[in-house]
């Protein structure tokens, strides 16, 4: 079926560093690719989101990327802090012709040390 | 403008019980979706109402199904429960008309069974 592919699982970085994360998906009609934030004991938090028509979106120190000819996008970080840490999901729309969803890939745990 | 609630937040159930989850959409959001977070298969689509009716589905069996009253608040109802079924199940409402709209999450109910 349809999957969204994210890479990688676990990410350390210190404080100050870059973070990035990669996505790929299948479905050809996916046309919008939201990320998350997660923290403990919560639901996640829609962080940033990127539509088919547009390449590259930012928000302060988060910018996302999509290359819709190779299926990829990705997340990056700048200027991490602590706070960062948590998991964050990438997701991309299903291209049903009734109703919505979310094809979610299996998270990035990402810790930031001091 | 409250977000999405989750009732309850937790839930301890025996195998063969069944159990209703509840969530109110964030006020003015029509569109309800429930996802299943598990660690193994990461979070999973079960299903999508709009005004009353379900409009998608996502792939498990008959023992899950949902239902939205007119005020968009909706509830699930996971019947003859397995082992298996332990998760937290999130709420979400969409934003928007579109399938390009943002999708809020609550914070789930975590359900455990025995």
């Known amino acids: 079926g349809e999957n969204v592919e994210q890479h990688p699982s676990t990410l350390s970085v210190q404080e100050g560093d870059s973070a990035v994360i990669k996505c790929t998906y299948s479905?050809?009609?996916?046309?919008?690719f939201p990320w998350y934030k997660q923290e403990l004991g919560k639901g996640p938090q829609l962080i940033i989101d990127?539509?088919?028509?547009?390449g590259e979106k930012k928000d302060q120190r988060i910018a996302v990327t999509l290359n819709k000819t190779a299926k990829h996008f990705s997340l990056h970080i700048t200027e991490t802090q602590p706070e960062d840490s948590a998991v964050y999901f990438c997701?991309?729309?299903?291209?049903?012709?009734?109703?919505?969803?979310?094809?979610f890939g299996k998270g990035t745990s990402l810790l930031v040390t001091p | 403008k409250a977000g999405v609630t989750q009732t309850p937040r937790y839930l301890i159930k025996t195998r063969g019980q069944q159990v209703t989850l509840s969530c109110s959409p964030i006020?003015?959001?029509?569109?309800v979706s429930w996802y299943q977070q598990t660690p193994g298969q990461g979070l999973q689509f079960l299903f999508e109402?709009?005004?009353?009716?379900?409009?998608n589905k996502g792939n498990f069996p008959g023992r899950f199904s949902g239902r939205q009253f007119s005020n968009s608040r909706s509830e699930m109802n996971v019947s003859t429960l397995e082992l298996g079924d332990s998760a937290l199940y999130l709420c979400?409402?969409?934003?928007?008309?579109?399938?390009?709209?943002?999708?809020?999450f609550g914070n789930g109910t975590r359900l455990t069974v025995t």
């Open positions: 997701a991309a729309s299903l291209g049903s012709n009734s109703g919505y969803a979310l094809n």
């Open positions: 479905d050809s009609a996916s046309n919008y």
């Open positions: 990127i539509r088919s028509n547009v």
């Open positions: 006020s003015g959001h029509r569109s």
């Open positions: 109402y709009f005004s009353e009716t379900q409009r």
């Open positions: 979400a409402s969409l934003e928007g008309p579109g399938r390009n709209s943002p999708l809020h």
